[in-house]
């Protein structure tokens, strides 16, 4: 790890202020640590944001607001979250393990680097640790890779299952920096790569998460996450999804989806998910919405196979939600 | 990385903090990228908290800041300023949780049941599993092996391990 100056700091204002080149904010530390140990991130001064008084849960406007420090192991085990937004609680218990979930932050989340495999090797060329010195993943191992949203410059994948809920559960990214105050709809907080695959998200340089809020709960009820990896536990997904419908009777009257290990951000396809609302809750119509989905996948060398996977997950996610019997968090077998 | 144009300021000065380490008060200068694992070990000679991946990934130094499981290899020491902190040395020691032969129930609890065999990563287990009765989440087999997906053990114990940890809980049921 490189050396660093620390600053510990008492006000959000006080954060910002003493950000500049080459900082970064620190809360949990389980991704940035990770990543300044390889040398992937160093920088030359930490910003610990740890005190600021951000971790409280709270209603607000008819929803919830999760401030930025709130652990994810707070806000999994929070009543209002089990009992309004379970989608959220099911998609963090899914993610890490325990002793991660006790320390990682809800802004870091957010803020999560991919887990590339080249990525994180510093003697490989990577566009987004090293912009402009090529991807090694095109056409090397990428088994893991996106199949949506790519580009020739990079095709790393967003590794949060936090964000993939927020994605479905469209909640709205509350910030500060040295311009002041703003809110970011989730769709637009991350980013594709396009031809800046450095620029994970749409966060201004010093600007800090303060908040994640989400809107009045749809789908208490009708929800689903579910996670499909190599191993059962403390893995990251292949592919993932997070549904949410609402039902008149047997009929879809909203539809929300999202899936993660496929794209470098959270995807949603509102094509599909429009698509559903007004059908009957049946296989067949998921099954139109799955294909609407895939049909616009493109396969790297090695991962061909999640365009399948991300289909019949598609489908088994929607049949989840649609019975009211979301995947178990600790039984993790595809019944 | 303009890292060159900013040199860092303070970044040779060591920080003063202080730890309640197993309920010992420590006042401590620690250079900013001390991890919590490092000071123990190598500053502290608590050496019962293991180093296995360094990264987060094997539970090994998993260690409990105001009573809740870390990875202190992930972990910044200076951070924790002001945190109490226990580690596999100070289980024993725990007031409300004290058992026979002056062991915490759960490491009688592994003796009895074998649930280890080279023992490198019972520390960490044994911490992992305190922090997870403290949470009170996991009730049955398949929730305890859930939560305890956050350590490792290559050599594969974990039958054991869930069985101690179930003892500990049934007793405290009682």
């Known amino acids: ?335 | 990385m303009l890292l060159e144009k900013q040199p860092p300021v303070s970044a040779d000065t060591p920080i003063g903090i202080t730890l309640t380490i197993n309920g010992q008060r420590r006042a401590l200068q620690v250079a900013p990228w001390t991890t919590l694992l490092d000071l123990l070990r190598e500053r502290l000679d608590l050496t019962g908290t293991k180093k296995g991946c360094d990264h987060g990934q094997c539970g090994a130094c998993t260690v409990l800041v105001n009573g809740t499981r870390v990875n202190a290899c992930l972990t910044l020491a200076v951070m924790k300023d002001g945190a109490e902190i226990t580690t596999v040395e100070g289980l024993a020691g725990l007031g409300d949780r004290k058992g026979s032969n002056a062991l915490h129930p759960i490491q009688e609890a592994f003796i009895e049941h074998d649930a280890f065999q080279c023992g490198y990563c019972t520390p960490g287990q044994l911490c992992s599993s305190v922090g997870l009765l403290n949470e009170g989440h996991a009730h049955t087999r398949d929730e305890i092996r859930e939560a305890m997906s956050g350590n490792i053990c290559r050599c594969g114990a974990y039958t054991n391990i869930v069985d101690a940890i179930e003892d500990v809980m049934q007793g405290d049921a009682r």
């Open chain 1, 1 to 335: 790890m490189n050396r660093f100056d620390y600053v510990r700091a008492g006000t959000v204002a006080e954060a910002v202020q003493a950000f500049g080149v080459g900082a970064r904010f620190i809360a949990g530390g389980t991704n940035l640590i990770d990543l300044m140990k390889y040398e992937v991130e160093k920088p030359g001064r930490l910003i610990d944001i740890t005190r600021l008084p951000l971790d409280r849960i709270e209603d607000h406007a008819g929803g919830l607001r999760i401030g930025a420090l709130a652990t994810n192991a707070k806000v999994a085990y929070d009543d209002r979250v089990a009992e309004r937004y379970p989608l959220l609680r099911n998609a963090i218990l899914a993610g890490a393990s325990a002793q991660l979930r006790n320390a990682a932050s809800t802004g870091g989340n957010l803020l999560q680097r991919t887990r590339c495999y080249y990525f994180y090797d510093v003697a490989t060329p990577c566009n987004k640790r090293e912009p402009g010195s090529g991807c090694t993943a095109i056409g090397g191992m990428n088994r893991i890779h996106a199949i949506f949203g790519t580009s020739d410059k990079c095709i790393a994948t967003h590794p949060s299952d936090m964000c993939i809920a927020l994605a479905a559960l469209e909640a709205t990214v509350q910030v500060s920096g040295p311009q002041g105050e703003r809110s970011i709809p989730f769709a637009e907080f991350h980013r594709l790569p396009g031809d800046t695959p450095e620029t994970d998200t749409n966060l201004a340089p010093g600007e800090i998460i303060v908040a994640v809020d989400l809107p009045e709960s749809r789908f208490p009820q009708h929800f689903t996450y579910l996670k499909l990896r190599d191993r059962l536990s403390y893995a990251f997904a292949l592919v993932s999804v997070a549904a949410g419908l609402e039902l008149d009777g047997d009929t879809v009257k909203t539809a929300r989806l999202a899936l993660g290990g496929v794209a470098h951000k959270p995807w949603r396809n509102r094509e599909a998910e429009a698509m559903l609302e007004g059908k009957p809750a049946t296989r067949e119509s998921f099954q139109a919405a799955a294909d609407l989905i895939v049909a616009e996948a493109k396969p790297q060398s090695e991962n061909g196979f999640k365009i399948d996977l991300a289909r019949r997950a598609i489908v088994r996610g929607l049949e989840q939600a649609a019975a009211g019997t979301p995947q178990s968090l600790s039984d993790k077998r595809i019944q």
